[in-house]
C-alpha cells in the first residue's frame, strides 16, 4: 500500500527520489521520508502527513548531495503516523536504512529477540526490526548488503517488499520482495527500484518486474537478481506504453476528473484488438485452453470494494450468455467460508490494481483446492496476474485517484468479453450474437461521452445537495450493483451516510429511513425491461409519496418518470446490459462534486489506500 522509489546514478538522489514520491503519493500519505548515502555517512529527513511537510523541511535543512537514495510514503499499519513511525529506518549504529511496503506478520517475535540483545527500537513499526536484523547480517556477511538482505528475508514472515541502502557501500541499492509490488527501472547510467512504474516513469520507460521472493542489487550500470536462496534469477521485461504526462492531471482540478473523462477512452481501450479477421472473439492472454473452458461448471467472481460490484454487474451477463451458475463474493471473505471448489470451478479474481492482499490470498486458496482463476486487472506483470492461469487485461490507463472509476468501468468490459467468449467456447451463443453485443460494447464509448457533455447538470444538483446528512440510491436487476457504487462513491469521497438498496427490497425495510427532503436516487432500467421498468416506477411512486426528493436516471425518450421525479438525469438508450456503463457515469460526476464543494481531498480520501496491500 506504500510507495516506495530506491534510485542510483548521477543526478541529485533527493530531487529524483522526491519527484517519485510525488507521483507515489496516492499509496500512502500518513507520512513521508527520504535517506540518502553521501561521503560514508547516512543521512535522513522524515515528516507525518502529507508530503508537503517533507518537502518544507528539506527545503529549511537541505540534505547532502548524493547520488544513491530511497524514499517512502506510507500507509500506517503499525504504529501511528507520526515523525518517529515514519519511514525509513535505521539500525541502532546508522549502517542501514529500510524502507517497507507490507506487514512482517511475526515482528513481535522478532522485536523480542532484538530486545533481549540490548537493541533500543525507537518505533512501533515493523519495519524498524529489519533495518536492526540488517544491522547485525551485514558485518556477517562481509558487508555485502545483498547477501544481508538474503539472510534477513529467511527470518521473516508476511508480505513485504524492502529496499534498504547502506553506508558500506554508497553505490548500491538492495530490494526484496515477497508478495508486495516491486519493479525495477532501466535508465541509462542509472537505476530505480519502486512500488509503481510511475514513480520513475519520466526518466525511463523500461522496466523489469520482479518475481515472488527475489533479491535484487541495483547500482547505476548493474542489475543483478537472485532468489533468496542466492540462485540467479531473472525478471520479466517490459515497456511502459504510456508517458509521464499520462500520470499528471492534464489542467484538471482532481486527478479523479480527468480519469471520469477518460472512460470513454478506457473502454475503447479494453474492447480493443479483441476480434480475429473471421470475426471471433479472442482474447489473447486467456492461457487456458478451449476444452478447459468447456469443462467450466461454476463461475466464482471474487473481488474487494469498486471491483465486487463490478462483478455483481457481470454476474447477470455471464449467466445469461452462458448458462453457467456464477457467484459473486467478497475476497475477504472467500476462503474463510469453506467454498466448494474443484476442477471445473472457474474462479475470477478482479483487482485493478493486481496487488489487493485480499483477492491474492483467496487466488492461492482457489489454486490449492484446484481451481482455475482468471484474473481481471489493469496493472501489466503484477502479482495477482502473474499466479492466475489466464489473465484479462483492461487497459485503461494508469488510475490514480484512490476511488476507481475508470477502473470500474473497464473491469465490467472485461467481464463482458470474457462472458461472450465463454459462450462462443460452449456454444451457447452463435458467432452472431456475440458479434452484434460486441457492436453494441463498441458503441457504448459515444454513450458515455454523451453522458460526460451533459455533467453539468448533474454538478449543479450536488452542489444543492452537498449539505444533505444522507442520501439513499435504489435499482434493480443491473441498477442495484450500479446503486451500491453510487453509494460507495458518496462515502468515500464526502464522507456522507449513503446506501445503495435493491428496489424491490425497499418495503421490506429500508423504507424506513425515507423522510421529507430525503434524496433518493433511483437508477430505471430501460423500457425494453417492461416488467421491472413498471415496478421501479412505483418505487419512485413510494418514496416520494412519502416526502423523498427523488432523483431519476432514466433513457432518453421515457416519459413514464415524468409525473414523480423532481429531478432526471437522462441516459442515453443502450441495451439493459450495457446500462450500468452509462448509468455509473452521473454518480460518480455527483459524487466528485459533492465532495469538492464540502473541501475534501477528492484524489485521497482519509483512511483509504489505492493498493490494499495488506489484509
Known sequence: MCGIIGYVGSQQAVDVVMDGLRRLEYRGYDSAGVALVSS???????????????????SQDPLPRATTGIGH????????????????????ADRVAVIHNGIIENFAELRAGLEALGHDLLSETDTEIVAHLLGEALPQHGDDLAAAMRAVTSHLEGAFTLVAVATADPHTVVAARRSSPLVVGLGN?????????SAFIAHTRDALELGQDQVVEVTSDTVTITDFAGRPAEAVAYHVDWDASAAEKGGYQWFM????????????????????????????????????????????????????????????????WTRVPCEVELASEFRYRDPVLDRQTLVVAISQSGETMDTLMAIRYARAQNARVLAICNTNGSTIPRESDAVIYTRAGPEIAVASTKGFLSQIVACYLLGLYLAQVRGTKYGDEIATIMAQLQEVPAAVQRVLDGAEQVRALARDLADSPSVLFLGRHTGFPVALEGALKLKELAYLHAEGFAAGELKHGPIALVQEGLPVFVIVPPRGRDALHGKVVSNIQEVRARGARTIVLAEEGDPTVLAYADEVIRLPQVPTLMQPLVATVPLQVFACEVATVLGHDVDQPRNLAKSVTVE
Do not use: M
Open 40 to 58: 560514508g555517512e547516512l543521512y535522513a529527513a522524515k515528516r507525518a502527513g502529507k508530503l508537503a511537510n517533507l518537502d518544507e523541511a528539506l
Open 73 to 92: 510514503t506510507r500507509w500506517a499499519t503499525h504504529g501511528a503516523p507520526n515523525d518517529v513511525n515514519a519511514h525509513p529506518h535505521t539500525d541502532s
Open 189 to 197: 547510467g542509472e537505476n530505480f527500484v519502486a512500488s509503481d512504474v
Open 257 to 320: 476528473l480527468k480519469e471520469i473523462d477518460e472512460q470513454p477512452r478506457a473502454i475503447a481501450d479494453t474492447l480493443l484488438g479483441r476480434t480475429s479477421p473471421d470475426g471471433r472473439l479472442q482474447l489473447d492472454e486467456v492461457r487456458l485452453s478451449e476444452e478447459e473452458l468447456r469443462e467450466v461448471d461454476k463461475v466464482i467472481i471474487i473481488a474487494c470494494g469498486t471491483a465486487f460490484y463490478s462483478g455483481l454487474v457481470a454476474k447477470y451477463a455471464i449467466e445469461h
